[in-house]
């Protein structure tokens, strides 16, 4: 869907055209992409959420999505601004699920209307990866998720099982999961 690898077979579409048509540039615009092990550059929250927008939202907006995605810890006991906190090197002192939400924050900054999360709440508990997931369901129209993980098993309306690089099996949600197929 990236554009990155090519299919020897069939083509892939992103909103009705053909991706191997589009530029890197074009498929940018419209999909966002949140990793399983997000790149968290050395600076601010507020650089960090902003990373790869066109046109950085302003604060307030940027401060919606720290509340969605549950952030507001970072700040520590500062009474500061939350997106002044400096992430450090890397990010290093995060962790993994603050890592995670972090690159989340990103992708919803941008405010695409095509999502690709890859196992993008692993390192969450159950309950904060089922807030957080419905945070993301709420403001991206179309999710493409990449896990075996069942809470996003959960928000989805198709599944496809992938083999070796070739769809297996497909079908509504229900049908996959009663079949224990899943991922």
């Known amino acids: 869907m990236l554009g990155l690898v090519r299919p020897e077979r069939g ?12 530029s890197p540039a074009s498929i940018s615009r419209t999909v966002a992409v949140v990793p399983q092990n997000p790149l968290i550059i ?3 929250l507020r650089e960090n959420l902003a990373f790869g927008c066109a046109d950085p939202p302003p604060d307030e907006q940027l401060l919606a999505l720290v509340c969605a995605l549950e952030l507001q810890g970072l700040a520590g006991e500062s009474r500061g601004n939350v997106l002044d906190v400096v992430l450090g090197v890397q ?3 995060l962790s993994g ?3 995670q939400r972090v690159a989340l924050g990103r992708a919803l900054a941008r405010r695409t209307s095509v999502i690709v ?9 159950p309950s904060r990866e089922a807030r957080v997931l419905d945070q993301v369901r709420r403001r991206v129209p179309t999710i493409v998720a990449i896990t075996h993980r069942e809470a996003l098993l959960e ?3 198709r599944i496809y099982r992938v ?11 229900r049908k996959a999961a009663t079949t224990g197929q899943s991922g």
């Open 42 to 44: 050395s600076g601010t």
């Open 91 to 93: 990010g290093r002192a």
């Open 117 to 125: 999360l890859d196992e993008p709440t692993s390192s969450q508990d």
């Open 155 to 157: 928000m989805a309306d």
């Open 163 to 173: 083999d070796e690089g070739c769809v297996v099996e497909s079908g509504a949600r």
């Open 11 to 22: 083509r892939i579409e992103l909103n009705g055209v053909d991706v191997s048509t589009l």
């Open 97 to 99: 699920g603050e890592r």
